[in-house]
């Protein structure tokens, strides 16, 4: 695989890992938790079938399914949809550009300074999620402002 | 290619989700999620080994706090019938 697209493979893991945070951290519903983390583990198990080979891309895929699985199976035992839904806690975004930053300042020397190209892709995933934090909010809060009370239209 | 990062944000994203939801499904939730952050990390540098000990541990932490959220809440439910019927006396 050419270095071109190891370096877009692993951009579309990056966003597809700060899309799943994203939900993960905003969603109040246990079920769309437990399907952003196996989003994340497929595409990390994509990730790793490109890079590592089969055993670990399998060691990844097994792991996601049987911890989702178990998460699901407790969900639908429970039956926890029916809590009524709480607001929004856009806040809650704010905490992944720190953490973005950190992981990056730690990340690069730990993989040896050689990832050009990953560096890049996580730079502009963190430029991506610096936006969306002040954005969604700010759409949010137009389109909830234009609509009645009651939400008729 | 930048495997390290990429596990650690997800670790990172795994202790904010057990650090602000509170219970124990979404607990389950967090460290599966950090036990695969924890897992590419291992894969990224090659040892593979280690990432399947990280996953199998991750898998039976998970099913551990499943099987005690349903238990507490069967407990609950199973509380909240003898208060009623010590209600209806």
Partial sequence: MCGTCRAVLFA??????????FVALLTTRLERMA?????????LSAHALAFSGPAAAAV???STVAMMAAVLGA???LEVDA?????????????LVPLVAVVVLVGEPLDGGTLVAGGRATAIA???LGVATVAVPLLVRRTQGGSPPNGDP | MTSTALGLFLVGVALAILILRR?????AVGVGQGCLGLAHVAVGRGR????????VTGVAIVISLAAAAVAVHRRRGIDHVDELRELQG
């Fill in chain 1, 83 to 95: 809590r009524p839904q709480r607001r929004l806690q856009f806040w809650k975004l704010g905490l």
């Fill in chain 1, 75 to 77: 969900v639908a035992v």
């Fill in chain 1, 12 to 21: 579309v893991v990056v966003v597809i890992a700060g899309c799943a945070a």
């Fill in chain 2, 23 to 27: 219970s124990l499904l979404a607990s």
């Fill in chain 1, 126 to 128: 963190v430029l991506t």
């Fill in chain 1, 60 to 62: 990844l895929l097994v």
């Fill in chain 2, 48 to 55: 593979v080994d280690l990432a399947v000990a990280i996953g």
């Fill in chain 1, 35 to 43: 399907a952003a983390v196996g989003v994340v583990g497929s595409a």
